[in-house]
Structure formats: structure tokens, C-alpha cells
């Protein structure tokens, strides 16, 4: 049995903030965001926008859009860096919204939380008795940037997207091949690293400013290509297709130069990658299916197109997925 995404949607905060707002903010400019990560502006979340309201939001959509209603979702998976609160866990926000009474669990694998939860949840479907999954990816980490640090202020956005996968015939659309990883020896090149138990949140940490995100730029750029060509590598060599046979890549949105770098070296052109950083910045969890609802919404997608998915970020964990486009 095989796990088809059958339904999509995806909710964004309203606020726009342009790189000519954050120069008035840090010492950066718009040629300089531009010319080295590929943004121009990014959503910020106002007011009552979090990670579980956008959540809502992209999941109530993708619901609608698949033909179902909240009681024919069986599982909830909630990909996301950035919960609600540290207990209970966002999916519970989020089910309550929806109006849903299955299971539901957070998967935190930080930017490549997604891709993570899409194979959890294809593997749980063609396991058991589910017939539907839905998948979020919700992210608001600019929440937990510190407004004065340029090398991440200017990064990260908010945002979320929802997709539903539907169990299917064995040879129909879904899940093709799959890989996960992670090198654990670099969890300190990316992360937030007060509030947990390791170091609670105290008057201190919040004076050192220890409850922001710290980022090792150039180093994590390193590494998120290698990560990413080799991943995507081996889940096509696993599915025995070779990159030409891929017909859309849909990268992890970090910076554009990752972007190209890794679909240069994947044999992937530009014109074959879903690129939306350029309004997004870096969503976190919620990148790739943002990527991939914007691209199926614009009937990019035809049935049958084979689509690679590749995430990387803190961890530093990388997941790569090929799908195969349709309903079954
Ligand atoms: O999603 C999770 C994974 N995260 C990522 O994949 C992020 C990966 N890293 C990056 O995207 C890049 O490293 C950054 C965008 C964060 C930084 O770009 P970079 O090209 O690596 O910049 P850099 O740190 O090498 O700095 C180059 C220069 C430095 O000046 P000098 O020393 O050459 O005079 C920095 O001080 O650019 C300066 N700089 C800036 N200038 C204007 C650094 N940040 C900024 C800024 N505005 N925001």
C-alpha cells in the first residue's frame, strides 16, 4: 500500500517584513540579504498568530481540499521547532482547533521535520488500519530570533502547511524511497540553547540572551549541501531512478545558494526546483510543504511527476523522500 497526498493548504502570517524594514533594525542592507541568501521578505506572526493557529489554518484547508471532514483524519503529525508551549505537545492545540479526536504526537527534527513526519506517516498508514494522515509543518521562529543578531534576523520567517496522505494501491502515487540522518556531534552549530532541561530558562539565560537561536552560518552552508546532494543520492539510488528521471526538486528554503549549489551537484536545473524563498525566508519545518502547496496550487504538478524532497537544518538531521505525484 502506498501513502498519496490527497489534499494540501497552507496559512501565513499577514505581516510582510521587507530586508528595508530590517535595515532599520541591524546592520545589514537589501543588496547584501539579497545577493547572499535569495530574500527579499519574509512573514512574521502578529498578535494571536502562532505556531498551532497557522497550523490550524493550513490544516482546516488541506481537510477541505482532500474531500474529507476532521472525523476521517486518523492521525495528526505536527512537524515543528517552535511549539506552542514546551507541554502538551502543539498537535493538541492544533486537534482541538480542527475538530479532531485521533491520535496526534509533535515530530521535532528541526527543518527537516517535514520530511520526517511524511515517511512516519506513509510508513504508519501502509502499516495499519489508518486511511488518513494529516501532515503539518508549522514553524514560527522569528518567536525565538534575537531581533539584533543579523546572522539569523534576517533568515527566518513564519508559516505553515498542511498536506493529507490517504492510503492507496501498492503501485499508485506516494512514497517511493526515503532517507533519514543525523550527525549529533553538530548540535551546537544550530540551536536555541536555553529553555530545556539541559539549561532551563532562567533570569540568566535570558540576560545572556541564551533563549534566542545561535547559528554557525558558514559552517551550517557547508554542511547543508553535502547533506542534501548526498541524501537526495542515495533515496534515488534506492528507488533505482537517476536525477534526470526527477521532475521536480523541492528543497529545504535556507538560502538560495544551498538551493543551487545542491541541485547543480544533484544534476537538478533551476527551472526543475520549486524555489518561494525569495517571499518567505527560511519557514523551518514548515518550508518544504510550503514549497509544495505553492507549487501543486499553481498546477505545477502533473500525476505521475516524480517529486524530491530534501531537508537539512539543526540536528544537524537531514531527510530526503521521493513522491510520486497523484491521487491513487
Ligand atoms: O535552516 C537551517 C539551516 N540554516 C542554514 O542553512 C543557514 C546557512 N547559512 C547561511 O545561509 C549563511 O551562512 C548566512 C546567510 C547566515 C550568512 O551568509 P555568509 O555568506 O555565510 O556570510 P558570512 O557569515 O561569511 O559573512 C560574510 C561577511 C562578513 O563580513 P566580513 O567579515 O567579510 O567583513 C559578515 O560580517 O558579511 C558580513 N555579514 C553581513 N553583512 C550584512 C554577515 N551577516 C550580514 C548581514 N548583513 N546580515
Redesign the pocket.
Known sequence: MRAAITGWGSALPERVLTNHE?EEL????DA??IE??GIRERRIATGDETTASLGIAAGAEAIKHAGLTPDEIDLLVVATTTPEQPMPHTGAFIADGLGLRCGSFDLGA??SGYTYAFVTAAALLTAGPLRNVLVIGSDTLSRFVDPTD???????GDGAAATVLSAGDDDGPGLVAWDFGCDGSATAM?GIPAGGSRLPSSIETITAGEHFVK???????RR?VRAVVDSGMLTLGRAGVASSDVDWFVP????V??IDAAGQRLGIPRERTIVNIERLG?T?AA?IPLALVEAADDGRFADGDLILLCG???G?AWASALVRWGRS
Not at 26 to 29: A, E, L, S
Request: glycine share 8%.
Open positions: 530590517l541591524v546592520d545589514t542592507n547584501w540579504i547572499r541568501t528541526s527543518c543579523r546572522g539569523t534576523c534576517i533568515i527566518f544550530l547559528m554557525q552560518g558558514q559552517e551550517v552552508f547543508a529545504h528554503q535556507a538560502n545558494r544551498i527560511n523551518s518550508s537539512f537544518g539543526a544537524m
